[in-house]
């Protein structure tokens, strides 16, 4: 059975990181591509970043240059470093790899 989970959501102030962490088992996440999503209360859910599975990394204008996507092979887990965060970011954060999807985290940017 498939199981992805994210993990690492949480209030931080603007201007702050965190590291949000994409946990996989029962798929190999080195083998497949995977991306991160996030959805803000009210709107659709974005595309906000990408990892091939040869490691190559693809982000939205949007975060491009803050968020970071890194992979982890040992511990078949998938990063995303967010820097310089801001309110809009505020979303709750998906990461999905083929068809499999988390249940997401909560990100709250807020002073």
């Known amino acids: 059975q498939v199981q992805v989970v994210e993990s690492g959501g949480g209030v931080v102030q603007p201007g702050g990181s965190l590291r949000l962490s994409c946990e996989g088992s029962?798929?190999?996440?080195?083998?497949?591509?995977l991306d991160w999503y996030r959805q803000a209360p009210g709107k659709e859910r974005d595309w906000i970043a990408g990892?091939?599975?040869?490691?190559?990394?693809f982000y939205a204008a949007s975060v491009k240059g803050r968020f970071t996507i890194s992979r982890d092979n040992a511990k078949n887990t998938v990063y995303l470093q967010m820097n310089s965060l801001k309110p809009e970011d505020t979303a709750h954060y998906y990461c999905r790899t083929r068809v499999y999807w988390g249940q997401g985290t909560q990100v709250t940017v807020s002073s």
């Open positions: 990892i091939s599975s040869g490691g190559i990394t």
């Open positions: 029962g798929i190999i996440f080195s083998l497949n591509d």
